[in-house]
């Protein structure tokens, strides 16, 4: 989600004219294997918001490619998983890792991923300190309080030297877990939407890529951003997913190659509001990733 962070739930209605867009249109049976790409049988891809332009541009390089492909939009970030799970879709690109890890634990699913996009640097602002030195002892922080976003958060300020997690965090960790005694700073959990608000009452905010706009900010003026590189990144890759049957699919293939042509990355890139950073790691390593998540969800 995009990283999901960078993409927000719309409206239910939406989601229900995706269903029937998907009831209409058939799909792609799982007992028939995954469509072919012709015309007649286009390669049906969930993502979030069909209107980024990107798709428009990945669309006609598929074609390009003698490949035809359907976005199917969906507003309700479950649905694009259930779609794969059942076979009405043959793709899906809107998650990172740990949100599939996730689904694939609660629904005993086995969803895999075949390719990677991006990954979308979660960032600290402040109205007050130009960097993060300058943020005296005792500061407050506003963080999101979501579960997946919250956990980030304090992965990125432990990066940037503000506080000590327990045993190092993780991509489950929670303030419960900041270690006060070797802390620069506290932290206060609030709604995502209003981290941005929040800047006026703390020393600093992190704030979704989702909400900078709202603040009158932009990308360059965070003063710390989470290293897109780095392991504490990796649950938060952006990722191409098919059935595990289909895991191998030359096609799909293909189609996460054209993914990452110049024209799609610089379509995505102004889309993302400049933040995006891509990555291509290949499958097997993104597969081994989120494996290591779905084990940590288990414990």
Aim: aromatic share 6%; net charge negative.
């Amino acid at each position: 989600m995009s990283t999901l962070s960078r993409r927000h739930l719309g409206a239910t209605a939406l989601a229900a004219t995706a269903a029937l867009t998907l009831a209409a249109c058939g799909g792609a049976d799982a007992a028939d294997g995954a469509a072919s790409g012709s015309e007649d049988d286009p390669i049906r891809i969930g993502v979030v918001n069909s209107a980024e332009p990107q798709w428009e541009v990945f669309e006609a390089a598929a074609a390009d490619e003698g490949i035809t492909v359907e976005m199917v939009n969906f507003s309700d970030y479950q649905l694009p998983n259930q779609g794969l799970t059942d076979g009405d879709l043959d793709l899906n690109q809107f998650q990172h890792l740990q949100f599939l890890a996730k689904y694939n634990v609660n629904t005993d699913s086995d969803l895999t991923p075949i390719g990677a996009t991006a990954v979308y640097p979660l960032s600290l602002f402040s109205l007050e300190h130009a960097n993060v030195d300058e943020i005296p002892e005792g500061s407050e922080i506003a963080i999101p309080n979501d579960e997946t976003n919250q956990a980030r958060a304090l992965l990125v300020l432990q990066e940037a030297g503000l506080l000590t997690l327990d045993g190092g965090g993780s991509a489950f960790s929670t303030p419960a877990d900041v270690i006060a005694a070797e802390s620069r700073v506290s932290v206060t959990p609030v709604d995502a939407a209003q981290t941005a608000l929040a800047l006026q009452d703390v020393a600093a905010s992190i704030i979704n890529n989702d909400f900078v706009a709202d603040a009158g900010l932009v990308a360059e003026d965070a003063i710390f951003s989470d290293d897109p590189a780095s392991d504490a990144a990796a649950p938060y890759i952006n990722i191409w997913v098919s059935s595990a049957d289909e895991a191998e699919n030359e096609t799909f293939a293909q189609l996460v190659e054209l993914y990452h042509t110049p024209e799609v990355e610089e379509a995505a890139f102004e889309s993302s509001g400049e933040s995006a950073v891509f990555v291509d790691n290949p499958a097997d390593e993104l597969q081994e990733i989120l494996a290591q998540i779905e084990s940590d969800f288990s414990e």
